[in-house]
Antibody, heavy 117, light 108 residues
Framework: EVQLVQSGAEVKKPGESLKISCKGF????????LGWVRQMPGKGLEWMGV????????RYSPSFQGQVTISADKSISTAYVQWSALKASDTAMYYC??????????WGPGTLVTVSS | EIVLTQSPATLSLSPGERATLSCRAS??????LAWYQQKPGQAPRLLIY???NRATGIPARFSGSGSGTDFTLTISNLEPEDFAVYYC??????????FGGGTKVEIK
């Protein structure tokens, strides 16, 4: 069974750094692109970027380029999103999702990130 | 970048009724469009891909149609568990993998 397990909720202060994770189970982690999607409180879905864990080829949405870093460690079937300096506007739910032919077919449960002073 | 516009923003219906949701693309995406359902407090779930193919385990009351720039998600006989937010997403020349703004189907 395909599963994506995400790290737990985080509460951070503005300016702090953060790295959240997404671990894949039940499929060949290196054989599929994996995407990250942001959902701000009460809002819709925004694609942040995608990574191909086999060779770490990464593509970013222009809205997120330079704001986050997406990476993967294929040896432990885990992908990451990291921030070097969080802002209050980064408060959101972050989902990872496996991509099959450009569609998100399996989703993680989400990681809630709260940034508040 | 292709923009997806969903309408209406909110659809108020009763159980048993038919729901018709629209997604319009700013330029042709051929049939490369998906629909997702998101219930409160849950991650989205893939319903339809390539405009009209139901994903694994999706009930037959969900159907998708359209091509080019105009797409429709139809829920033929609303069940209580179908009240949720629905998003469309295209994959043309991905990335990007843009979503529409969503349609909320609420109980009337």
């Amino acid at each position: 069974e395909v599963q994506l397990v995400q790290s737990g909720a985080e509460v951070k202060k503005p300016g702090e750094s953060l790295k959240i994770s997404c671990k894949g189970f039940g499929y060949s982690f290196t054989g599929y692109w994996l995407g990250w999607v942001r959902q701000m409180p009460g809002k819709g879905l925004e694609w942040m970027g995608v990574i191909y864990p086999y060779d770490s080829d990464t593509r970013y949405s222009p809205s997120f380029q330079g704001q986050v870093t997406i990476s993967a460690d294929k040896s432990i079937s885990t992908a990451y999103v990291q921030w070097s300096a969080l802002k209050a506007s980064d408060t959101a739910m972050y989902y990872c999702a496996r991509l099959r032919d450009g569609y998100y077919d399996y989703w993680g449960p989400g990681t809630l990130v709260t940034v508040s002073s | 970048e292709i923009v997806l516009t969903q309408s209406p923003a909110t659809l108020s219906l009763s159980p048993g009724e038919r729901a018709t949701l629209s997604c319009r693309a700013s330029q042709s995406v051929t049939s490369q469009l998906a629909w997702y359902q998101q219930k409160p407090g849950q991650a989205p779930r893939l319903l339809i891909y390539d405009a009209s193919n139901r994903a694994t385990g999706i009930p037959a009351r969900f159907s998708g149609s359209g091509s080019g720039t105009d797409f429709t998600l139809t829920i033929s006989n609303l069940e209580p568990e179908d009240f949720a937010v629905y998003y469309c997403q295209h994959r043309t020349n991905w990335p990007p993998l843009t979503f529409g703004g969503g349609t909320k189907v609420e109980i009337k």
